[in-house]
């Protein structure tokens, strides 16, 4: 387990002062896409989608391990 | 030792001496508890409740995926599971947030009361209902309000129960949860959380750090939550 800080930068920038404890990266990447579908759920239900932000996963010492944006965090159909 | 649920019996009726050495020798053992100690297992047998002297509680229900929902938060003076006197095993779990001191009320104990004092009887029925009532609350959260609105209503519903046990500072109390235990309250995800509390900070109504709630703008916070202390049935009545 180590802690992984999930910083939101979407306009404004959201600093994750507490972190979460995971197993490894690839859970904090789960963490963070699950995070951003929460986030977007909420935009959708007000009628608009802003997927231009990214979540930065970083370490205790602040080095940002991953990028993820918000748009991989959903699969976009249009029409037909 | 049962100060604070003396001080949440009397802020909503009288108790009388009599009754008050009731609940004294109602008493079994005190135990101290670890944070994070999953303290009653649902399905599990009962024979006795607890009441919480010191520290947070919760009572949640896990999903196979993993996700957790925390159905209520208790604070001292609180019974969490008052209700597993007539249930006898419980639907969901039991565990400490924070470590904990809490006292255990063998059922047996609670039967004799039951026989002997009708009124303690009504007032711990009252506090059953009371639960229900922030059951509701929060069902009104989890399925209609916004994030935002969520969170106010969270703190300040737990700003007034902390009060009625003394356990506010002004406009601050404590609320040891990290922002994982409240997404599990409010149904959102942590990353969720952390932008929501930024929005309620920078619009000035309430900052939260380091287990702590301060208050800025109390008519705010509970116009955004639409908060209507009603459900926590804060006016004495003799029951």
Redesign the interface.
């Known amino acids: 387990m180590a802690r992984y800080y999930?910083h939101?930068r979407n306009g404004?920038y959201?600093e994750?002062?507490?972190g979460?404890e995971l197993p490894d990266l690839d859970a904090a990447r789960l963490?963070?896409i699950?995070?951003?579908?929460?986030?977007l759920s909420?935009e959708a239900r007000q009628g608009q989608l802003d997927l231009s932000g990214s979540?930065e996963i970083a370490d205790g010492d602040g080095k940002v391990l991953l990028v993820v944006p918000f748009r991989e965090a959903v699969e976009l159909k249009r029409d037909g | 030792m049962i100060e604070k649920h003396l001080l949440k019996l009397r802020a909503r009726d009288t108790v009388s001496p009599e009754e008050e050495q009731a609940i004294r020798d109602s008493i079994g053992e005190v135990r101290t508890l670890a944070a994070d100690e999953i303290v009653i297992q649902a399905g599990k047998v009962l024979t006795f409740s607890i009441l919480l002297l010191d520290g947070l509680m919760c009572r949640y229900k896990d999903l196979s995926d993993g996700q957790r929902q925390i159905t209520e938060l208790h604070v001292p003076g609180d019974f969490a599971d008052l209700h597993s006197f007539t249930l006898k095993r419980l639907d969901h779990n039991i565990m400490t947030i924070t470590p904990c001191r809490i006292a255990i009320v063998p059922h047996a104990n609670l039967e004799r009361i039951t026989e002997r004092l009708p009124h303690l009887t009504r007032l711990y029925w009252f506090t059953t209902n009371l639960d229900a009532a922030i059951h509701r609350e929060w069902e009104v959260s989890l399925g209609r309000r916004t994030a935002i609105a969520r969170v106010a209503a969270l703190f300040c519903e737990m700003k007034l129960r902390s009060e009625v046990v003394g356990m506010t500072d002004g406009n601050s109390y404590a609320l040891d949860l990290t922002q994982t235990d409240l997404a599990e309250c409010v149904g959102l995800t942590p990353i969720h959380v952390n932008r929501t509390l930024k929005e309620l900070r920078e619009r000035g109504l309430v900052q939260f750090s380091r287990g702590r709630v301060t208050i800025h703008d109390w008519d705010g916070l509970a116009d955004i939550a639409e908060f209507d202390p009603a459900y926590l049935y804060l006016e004495k009545w003799r029951l």
């Open positions: 999930l939101i404004g959201s994750d002062l507490e979460q963490a963070a699950d995070g951003v579908r929460s986030l909420e979540i």
